[in-house]
């Protein structure tokens, strides 16, 4: 039963024993964890090894940080904002200044808000949480039920009908499972107001993912990453890496669930 | 399932944790979420009612702004500028290139702007005047498509026969 685990721990887990050599007594192990071998790790006790396979306990397991660079951000002109007037007075501490009269994001900040939300992203889909992809412009419709589709989760990129998280019951004509993460690739819906979906899963109690951008309001948002909404490259990005946050957390899935 | 629908008191966590502790909702049935939100909390907690400390935003300026502006007013805009392409300085850019080189040589910056300008003139890398033509900066789109052109030209052709055929 250990050497079952221990081979399973090997080829996973690896990358973890580097980085968290605290968890774990034995400073041999700590010191050589690229080298391990199947006798010295049988050595570990069984509880150990549930400690050290919990996912929860590593602040990066899914190593969605490697996902992006801030020059790819850069480059996907996620930095630009609105206009000055525009601006939500809660976004004001995401903001690096204002150039001419447009409003720039400070990228520093946006890479950790969004690695947060990665993070999040691939452990709900590691523990087998349903996720919604949720945007209601036409231009990046296809853009995100493609995303969507390839990650093997759901998007709703059309008109947003009330009631669907509030009334689901009587809208689908029975018990539904609610998403577990919200992933709105815009806040706002065209007409320039809140989408509903952010008061709605709030109210649901679904944590949400939401790109935020300068005239936005990102309060209720449980995991808000202040960013452009409006570029084409941006949002092909933003749908790029939550896609395969995503495939991260489920491709650990099989292995570690006992 | 038992839970508030206020979505203004608290956030998620502070309702379902309300609820597992007052055992409205069984350890069962805690949302998947739950430990992770515990064990990664969002930097800054959603409160529906937060609003953000006080700052002003800074304007983002810099020092060769001010030859960029003189610039534009002796040149105009040159047309046309693709921000996605990174490919070819817009005119602004290289005359601001050459005027950093030159910048040593001379102590008054009327005087530097002015043999920036001769230098850059004699090179035809700058427009004549605000109603210009076009001029063989290599950021028009007739220059642009002229060196695709001869960029595919110079590219060796492959026989697809040439190809199939073993050797």
Redesign the interface.
Known sequence: MIRTIANRLKWNTVRCFTQTCSINSDAFLCQNATSLKDDQLADIKESEIKEISDP??FPDYFGVRKLFRVKDLFDARVHYGHK?GT?D?????Y?????LGH??FDLDKTA??LQ?AL??TA??AY???IILFVSHFPQHTLTVENAAKQAGEYAHAREWDFHIF?NSEKVYNGVTRLP??VILLSTLNPQMQEHTAV?DA??????TIGIVDSNSN???????VPGNDDSPAAVQLYCNLFRDAILLGKSKKPVVST | MA?S???RIG??YS??RGLLRSGAMKPEDK???Y???E??P???E????????E?T????FYPEDIVRAKFYERFGSPGLISLANNEYPTPCQKFLDRYKEMEKDFSDENELFEAVVKVMEEEKSVPESVSSNQTDSGTSMASMFSSAVSKSQTQPKINVGDLLTEK
């Open positions: 929860l306990r000055d601006l007075p809660n976004m004001k501490p903001i690096f200044g204002s150039r409003l720039i950790k808000m947060d993070n999040f452990h709900i523990r087998g949480g509030t577990d993460l008061k709030a109210k649901m109690c679904i944590p990102p309060n209720l948002i449980t995991y808000p | 839970s629908r206020l979505e956030n998620i309702r379902v949302p998947i979420w430990d992770v939100y064990a990664f969002p930097k800054v959603p409160q529906y009612g937060r609003t953000a400390s700052i935003i800074r304007p983002i």
